[in-house]
């Protein structure tokens, strides 16, 4: 469910867990600049995820693929460097989106970042 939806869309529920959780989730949404909500919503959504999205976590090379498309190096440069032919890479960059459940290249590359998959770019200087 998005964050961003009205209070009246979304669902609120009070959740018990074993002692100590709680403070784990809590660190680990620090250090991904989340809310411990939005880091619970994260995850749960990676568990239950919308009808079509897969559940399985990208492989290391899906994610390489991602970060240099997405740092601008061309298809031709990504084959080069993984030692793949350009049909491999977009082979690649197709089941990253799908796993991903993106709507196209640009909505995975937004999605893995939002997801700490991959780095987003930083600000200009």
Not at 90 to 99: M, N, T
Request: glycine share 6%; with cysteine; charged share 25%.
């Amino acid at each position: 469910m998005p964050m961003d939806l009205p209070f009246e869309e979304k669902s609120v529920f009070i959740v018990q867990m074993p002692q100590g959780l709680r403070d784990r989730i809590k660190a680990a949404a620090t250090r991904n600049g989340r809310s411990l909500n939005a880091e619970l919503v994260v995850h749960l959504e990676r568990i239950f995820p919308e009808a079509g999205r897969s559940t399985a976590p990208l492989t290391a090379l899906e994610v390489k693929t991602l970060e240099m498309l997405g740092a601008g190096q061309p298809i031709e440069a990504v084959a080069h460097e993984c030692c793949v032919t350009e049909r491999e890479v977009k082979a690649r960059a197709l089941v990253a989106k799908e796993k991903l459940g993106a709507r196209n290249l640009a909505h995975a590359l937004v999605l893995a970042v939002s997801q700490h998959l991959i780095a987003g770019a930083g600000p200009e200087e």
